[in-house]
């Protein structure tokens, strides 16, 4: 019996924790207003929040590769925000 | 016509179109060659330019300027002493500072930034960072701390709005350790963490910080780290909470347990309201250590003071982006308050605000010329018997300054 509540008790604790974790990563989820923002879109709201936006012909493709990986680290874009703004800089 | 003449002629024109026939082979034979060739060559070149994984750039900023300062000291009960000085180079925030950005894949970064102030060569940060997973970043070796904005993200000439730094705003700095860091989505908001652990900061004998270098002071080490959330959809606010905890005590000296805490908020506000961009900025932290026990430079005797200190800046900047003027669309209008205290009855103590005032010219989107008026007043409350100063102080200082982002 005592066994039976251990075990109860264990798979309660499981579940309450995937529960919390599930919760927490859905929670983590862009909604889909967000999800459906352009690159354009992006790099005029989050490259203001600092400085000035650059105009795209600044850098190569390649060099805005290693650019968007810098601005990540700085001002702490989502990877997607980063590509979405990279891929735009790059068209 | 006679036969045999028919066959003349039909041999003659067999002989003429057969001429004719391997002229234009050897023509064709020829643009052929020359074509294949072409080919070749432009096959070579694009393998020549082909993107390898690995990536090497430099970027980085140049900060150059004039200052004219007038500071006024007036010692308890005597007479005020004026100072004048007119500095080309603009000695407190001159900058020449080249960034190699080096990338592999899109997986490692290494970041390595040199400065020169002036006076002496230093390094703004060297690290190298992994990026593991979505909205997870591993960086290891010297970098700058996650605590505030400023440091991280304004302090650059070419970003920040007028020419002087806040003063106070330096701790913690730049260290060395590893440290963790990333954004992620939250529904219609987005949240940010960044954590970190360093060598931390070295209590020196007058009770104030500095980093520790290099070389580590004592075996402790320093938990620092910022959580930000922007919640608006738009990404226009950003509020940002950080802290700091670690010992500070050079190993085997006689400050027992010394540690530190800083705590802070800083707040960050930039939308557009037609024709205006308005962008507002703001931090505050404090710090504090414990109490120990000092030693006077006068007589060698001990005492003690409160070892609080708090730095805070406030700042607004407009910027007319949508007016139909070129000249006005790139003016940009700022101001800047700043507070900042240092402990009383410390040899270091003061109570010190400034306020600036500022009009910026954007030559380009990463180039700015700025003027900037700023005055500031400082009253001291140092122990006059450790051997600090009594008395007030007042600047006043105009700054032209040339900053430009490459």
Known sequence: MKANNINRMTWMMIAGTVIVCAVLMNSCMESQKVAGKSGVQLWAENCQRCHNTPSPNTFSHEQWVTIGMHMQTRAQLTEKERDKIVAFLTQ | MSPRKIVNRCMCFSCASLLLVNTVKAQQSTVDSTLLNRVAALEQQVADQKHGESHFMVVG????????????????????????????????????SPMLLWRHGTKWLLEF?????????????????????????????????????????????????????????????????????GGLPLGNMKWSYDVSLTNGLQLLPDGELQNAGVTDNNTNKTVCG?????????????????????????????????????????????????????????????????????????????????????????????????????????LELAFRYVNYTTPGNSIWGAKY???????????????????TYAWSHSLSTANVSAGGTAGTTDMNNIYLQFSIQL
């Open chain 2, 113 to 181: 930034e040199p400065a020169f102030d002036g006076s002496s060569v230093g390094v703004n940060w060297a690290n190298i960072s992994y990026f593991a997973a979505p909205g997870v970043t591993i960086r290891a070796g010297y970098f700058v701390l996650p605590f505030g904005i400023y440091n991280k993200r304004l302090a650059a000439g070419w970003i920040d709005k007028v020419a002087p730094d806040p003063v106070g705003i330096d701790l913690p700095g730049t260290d060395f350790g590893i440290g963790i860091s």
């Open chain 2, 353 to 371: 605000h400034e306020e600036d005032i500022g009009l910026d010219y954007w030559l380009n989107w990463r180039s700015v010329l700025k003027f």
């Open chain 2, 226 to 330: 910022r959580l930000a959330l922007l919640p608006f959809s738009n990404s226009s606010l950003e509020i940002g909470a950080s802290g700091l905890y670690g010992g500070v005590a050079d190993a085997g000296s006689n400050y027992h347990n010394a540690n530190t805490t800083m705590y802070g908020a800083d707040l960050s506000y930039v939308n557009k309201m037609d024709p205006f961009l308005f962008n507002i900025k703001g931090q505050y932290s404090r710090i504090l250590v414990n109490s120990q026990q000092y030693m006077k430079p006068t007589d060698s005797s001990s005492y003690s003071f409160d070892n609080k200190s708090t730095s805070a800046f406030a700042q607004i900047s407009i910027r007319p982006v949508s007016a139909s003027d070129k000249l006005i669309k790139n």
């Open chain 2, 61 to 96: 900023l140049a900060t150059f300027g004039f200052v004219r300062n007038k500071t006024t000291f007036t010692p308890d009960g005597g007479p005020a002493q004026i100072s004048k000085t007119n500095s080309l180079g603009d000695a407190d925030r001159y900058e020449f």
